[in-house]
């Protein structure tokens, strides 16, 4: 296999994880897809560094946001490594971060970076924009926004 077509190969790893497993929950294809060895160097608030954290988050984050869906506006590879620009969208149904449900539609978007070994996502790092989302729950205050 050539560096272009294992590069390829790599972001449709990437892309099935964020469709299929995130946007679709389909649990086989996530313990499919995450090596056991699996380290996040970036792990969320009140996750694991490792494969049963990201799982867990993913649950919760489902669970908090039943038509959880991304869009991925674009995708890169190199070295095994495979960038991801996208935005995540879905309605606050479920308890997130401590927060009771709102029933607010909300949107945020992130920026990832996952290797890919043999198939297999085995390292990540990423940035969310977490505050946009805390803010559009109503749970932190925009900024320059005057006091309800």
């Known amino acids: 296999m050539d560096v272009r077509q294992e590069d390829d190969a ?5 892309r099935r994880n964020s469709l299929e497993v ?24 009140g996750a694991g560094a490792d494969k049963a954290g990201v799982k867990g988050l993913y649950l919760g984050i489902r669970e908090a946001f039943p038509d959880f869906s ?13 960038t991801t620009y996208k935005t995540y969208h879905g309605t606050h149904r479920g308890e997130f971060l401590g927060i009771a449900p709102t ?34 729950l109503g749970a932190v205050p925009r900024f320059g926004a005057s006091a309800e």
């Open 10 to 14: 790599a972001i449709a790893v990437v």
């Open 70 to 82: 991304p869009e991925i506006h674009w995708q890169v590879a190199a070295d095994n490594l495979v």
């Open 22 to 45: 995130q946007g679709g929950g389909d649990w086989d294809l996530f313990d499919k897809l995450w090596s056991d060895d699996f380290v996040d160097h970036t792990p969320q608030p």
């Open 103 to 136: 029933g607010r539609k909300v949107s945020f978007y992130t920026v990832d970076v996952m290797r890919v070994v043999d198939g297999k996502i085995t390292e990540h790092w990423g940035v969310a924009t977490l505050l946009d989302l805390l803010q559009q």
